[in-house]
């Protein structure tokens, strides 16, 4: 396996990654909020939903997937991962399992699932993955983040790359600032500054081969509860700069999540971003909510919304392509 062929694909033509793995937990909460009746089943048709837009391909380049659909099958009897493959589309999934509190860092959580990562990873990759994904969740508050929740954070997340890339799967290496917060634009600078730099060191230390990542971090914003919010071209510069100082050019790409901000200002951030030359590395999307929320909204499980909640999806994956 070619990682850094696999990561190229990733970032390149414009395309980018969609990012459909929720955890059983919080797909179903947010099917209970269109009225759908969470279920296995109702899980499979609604992502059997979205990798079945027409011309997903165009715009997209993988689709993350949590375990649960991993196995499931499409109506017609093929597994997501080989539906996927048939369309020229990778199949990525996601490892972890989950943000639990740290021992000693109140409020704060460290992202679990490395025992039996190498046994996994060998599985997934025999069923079709190409990619695998891991959050790490940094939250900014009056003493928070604390060096404890970065350190013990970015080692997992270091540990999960290695695995993957000895196991053959390109690892998205996701550690996500949260957006929650009343902090400043510069406040959310700094830390984000201070956890690249950790990562980086951590990548390091465990001998992860950087061509053959994609990193997955958040824009640089202000915290949605702030009064003071920056303009598109602030959050840009700010953002391009951090990733500048921090992120090493060998990275192939940075495919950023969208963290709650709306659809179309995380389309119109990364627009801005990919103006500000010189960028040693492609950028692009690996957003969840800012892809699929209006889709769900639309959809709410009727089937007569089907084929236009595909429209809304599909709308929002080619403009963040043109945006590009
Ligand atoms: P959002 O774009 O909704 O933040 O989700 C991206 C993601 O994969 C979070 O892990």
């Known amino acids: 396996m070619d990682l850094n062929k696999v990561a190229r694909a990733m970032v390149s033509n414009r395309r980018g990654i969609l990012a459909a793995d929720e955890s059983i937990a919080t797909m179903s909460a947010r099917l209970e909020k269109v009225g759908v ?164 060191e951590e990548l390091d230390l465990m001998q992860v081969q950087l061509d053959g990542i994609v990193l997955k971090p958040n824009m640089v914003v202000a915290g949605s509860g702030s009064s003071d919010q920056p303009t598109v071209a602030d959050v840009a510069q700010a953002t391009v700069e951090t990733l500048r100082e921090t992120v090493p050019a060998s990275v192939p790409g940075i495919a950023f999540l969208s963290g709650g901000q709306r659809p179309e200002l995380a389309t119109q951030h990364l627009g801005a971003m990919q103006k500000l030359d010189p960028l040693p590395w492609e950028l692009t999307y690996s957003f969840g909510r800012a892809l699929v929320g209006p889709a769900l909204e639309t959809w709410r499980g009727e089937d007569k919304n089907r084929g236009r909640a595909q429209e809304v999806l599909s709308g929002l994956a080619l403009a963040n392509a043109a945006a590009r």
């Open 37 to 200: 009746e969470p279920t296995a089943e109702s899980r499979r048709v609604y992502r059997e939903l979205i990798v079945t837009t027409p011309e997903l391909a165009d715009s997209i380049s993988g689709v993350i997937l949590a375990d649960e659909t991993f196995h499931q099958r499409v109506t017609d009897g093929r597994t997501f991962p080989d539906y996927l493959s048939d369309i020229g589309i990778l199949t990525g999934i996601k490892v972890d399992t989950g943000a639990k509190p740290l021992a000693g860092a109140p409020g704060e959580t460290v992202t679990e699932g490395l025992d039996g990562l190498r046994e996994r990873v060998a599985d997934y990759v025999r069923l079709g993955a190409a990619f695998a994904k891991w959050r790490a969740v940094i939250t900014i508050g009056d003493n928070t983040p604390t060096d404890r929740a970065i350190r013990a954070n970015l080692h997992a997340l270091a540990r999960y790359a290695g695995l993957c890339q000895e196991g053959g799967l390109v690892p998205i290496v996701e550690p996500e600032v949260l957006m929650d917060g009343t902090h400043s634009l510069a406040r959310c600078r700094e830390v984000s500054t201070a956890v690249l730099r950790a990562l980086f």
